[in-house]
């Protein structure tokens, strides 16, 4: 089945310093989509991109919809312990009667204080 | 609200038992979708429903079956579990269709078939 590349797959870091994931895809997506999940939890929506080339900022948290609508990256800045998770991107395509969200692979971000 | 709301929490099946995984919303929400997460993967779509009556397969339909009798509630079956169903199973919805639309996404159900 189709799914998106993401990568990193996991990133070990100190706290305090700037992360960035990003996501590439064959096929163009109309909405981008930036999930986190915590350990036993469903995945949490952080931010929903709408046009190519928008640039969406979520507290410390910063996505951009790519101009090709064929890739997406999240970057988080000042990392805090709680920023621990995995996160995942989601394309979004539609065309009938739903919409159908086509995952990336996750990235795992570990965060020492 | 309680959002989506899904039940157990954790199973373990033996080969070819059956049981119905529970997701209920209370978001008055048309549209919602069972996925299931593998370790190390994203989620696939095993089927979803754009309302009462009305379910469709999704990426990942083979061993599952859905029923969408009311609005809020959509429940997964399994008939003849196996090993590869082991999974994490999350049920989501969303209000309609459409590029603003969100899908609000359960606390999932831990399967493991021994």
């Given at each position: 089945g189709q799914q998106l590349n993401q990568s990193p797959q996991s990133m070990f870091i100190q706290e305090g310093e700037d992360v960035s994931m990003n996501c590439t895809s064959s096929s163009i997506f109309n909405t981008w989509l930036w999930y986190k999940q915590d350990p036993g939890e469903g995945p949490v929506l952080l931010i929903a991109l709408y046009k190519a080339g928008e640039l969406t900022s979520n507290g410390r948290l910063t996505a951009q919809f790519g101009i090709t609508r064929k890739d997406s990256f999240l970057n988080i800045s000042?990392?805090?312990?709680?920023?621990?998770g995995i996160y995942f991107c989601a394309g979004l395509s539609y065309g009938g009667a739903t919409n159908k969200l086509i995952f990336g692979t996750g990235t795992l971000l570990a965060v020492q204080p | 609200n309680a959002g989506v709301t899904q039940t157990p929490k954790f199973r373990i099946l033996k080969i070819g038992q059956s049981m119905t995984l529970q997701c209920a919303q209370d978001?008055?929400?048309?549209y919602m979708y069972w996925y299931r997460q593998d370790p190390g993967m994203g989620l696939k779509l095993i089927y979803y429903s754009v309302g009462a009556g009305i379910t469709d397969k999704g990426e990942v339909p083979n061993g599952y079956n859905v029923s969408r009798s009311t609005t809020e509630d959509f429940p997964l079956r399994l008939e003849l579990a196996a090993p590869s169903q082991t999974s994490v199973y999350f049920c989501a919805s969303s209000?309609?269709?459409?590029?603003?639309d969100t899908q609000y996404f359960g606390p999932g159900t831990r399967l493991t078939v021994l």
């Open positions: 000042a990392s805090i312990p709680s920023d621990v | 978001m008055n929400h048309n209000y309609s269709v459409g590029s603003t």
